[in-house]
């Protein structure tokens, strides 16, 4: 997997249970997966999300963690374009969670559009 990001876990964005809140897991993955997206490209115009999917927590995360956010393109459509994406541990080098993210690419009127991607 290719390095995204890498997030410092502080303690707003625990939940009530004092582990990383999966709404904060999702953020974050989208992002790094935005940043993937934008190195496969080479651009980030005319792409919106379309899914995430099979978003899985293996492991609490806890403040004072450092994640960092891996990728790889998992799969090429005509006009889609998905990446799994891994958030680990960067000093127990543990997986704590990971899924799949997936864009597509439009037109101007916001209509699906080739990206003319090859896998």
Known sequence: MELATRK???PEHLNH???LYAGRIS?????AAFV???QTLGHTDHVVLAAMNEIKITKPTIAGEIIEIGWEMSHVGTT???FSMEGKSMLENERRFFG???FVTVDDEGKKAPHHLKE
């Open 80 to 82: 889609s374009i998905e």
């Open 27 to 31: 953020e974050w993955m989208t992002e």
């Open 8 to 10: 410092f876990v502080r």
């Open 100 to 102: 799949k993210i997936v």
């Open 17 to 19: 249970h004092q582990t």
């Open 36 to 38: 993937a997206l934008a």
